[in-house]
């Protein structure tokens, strides 16, 4: 099955566990990273897209100088409801938008930054053309995303785990999209064809990625992402058994107790034209 109709939707109880399970388990470290950069490109207007529950907004809120504005967008209500609710150190200007399609002026912003939603845009070129268009001459697109699936061990172990349990018709949403997108010619190539002229610089950052339990990280993957609507659209699915089965590998691999494993993403710095 393509589940590829619901990657992008991170709605119903996906945001909750998103952010009490996956954030603190995958996301904290980069966004820590993400935001010491756009503290060096020191903007006065700072544009997020696909913000989610909020994790790097939260760390810029922090991180940057009082008189920055913030605008955190992202295609989901859902996940910017969350986000608004937990709140930042200053205020931010929440608003839904498609990164496909950005409701906001030409050159209007210093920065624009992403935290590994590019994987999920149906139309990266447009995508990346439309955060060219926002940025004011000069200014830069800074983005991150995850690198092959091999070099994420608890995102390989659940996805092996889960095709053991559906041989038929395997859940492949970690595969195809959040670690679908890890070629950096491909990349560089679509910021080419949208109108970028300098080449980006990459960087391969790897970092730690733990829980107390391998449960937390089981819970995190098939509660807090749609691949908890990849596993519910199984005939005779069971979300419960699922999580325990990718608990079940983790701990295997890891042993009983806290858990450890290895986590990779390319961060992209592109300046704008
Ligand atoms: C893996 S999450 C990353 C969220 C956040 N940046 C973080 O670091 O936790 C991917 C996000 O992309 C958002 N998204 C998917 N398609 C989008 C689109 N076309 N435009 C804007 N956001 C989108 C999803 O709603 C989700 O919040």
Redesign the pocket.
């Known amino acids: 099955m393509d589940g590829s109709g619901t990657d ?3 709605a119903g109880s996906i945001p909750e566990f ?1 952010d009490d399970y ?2 603190p388990l995958i ?1 904290e470290p ?2 820590e990273n993400l935001a010491a950069r756009l503290v060096r490109l020191d903007p006065a207007r700072a544009l ?9 907004t939260r760390a810029a809120a922090r991180a940057l100088p009082e008189h920055v504005e913030l605008v955190a ?4 209500q859902a ?1 910017l409801d969350h986000a608004r609710a937990v709140g930042a150190a200053r205020p931010v200007r929440w608003q839904q ?4 399609r950005l409701p906001f002026a030409d050159a209007g912003f210093d920065v624009v930054f ?4 590019a ?4 139309d990266k070129v447009r ?1 990346f053309g439309e955060a060219r268009r926002v940025l004011r001459p000069g200014g830069t697109l800074v983005f991150n995303v995850w690198d092959r699936i091999e070099q994420n061990e608890f995102a390989d172990i659940v996805t092996t785990a889960l095709a053991g349990l559906y041989p038929a018709d395997p859940p492949r949403f970690l595969a195809r999209t ?1 670690h679908g997108y890890s070629d950096l010619d491909a990349i560089a190539e679509d910021l080419a064809r949208a109108g970028f002229t300098t080449a980006p610089r990459c960087e391969t950052v790897a970092a730690h990625s733990r829980a107390a339990s391998a449960r937390a990280v089981a819970v995190a993957y098939c509660q807090g ?1 749609p691949l908890r609507t990849e596993i519910e659209q199984r005939p005779g699915a069971d979300l419960a058994e699922a999580t325990a089965v990718c608990a079940a590998a983790i701990t295997q691999r890891f042993g009983p107790g806290p858990v450890d494993g290895t986590i990779q993403a390319h961060v992209v710095t592109v300046p704008g034209v």
């Open positions: 992008a939707v991170f998103y996956l954030v996301f980069y966004a997020e897209i696909a913000a989610g529950t909020g994790v790097v967008t992202d295609l989901n996940m938008a498609d990164a496909l992403c935290q590994f939603g994987m999920f845009f149906p995508a959040p992402t």
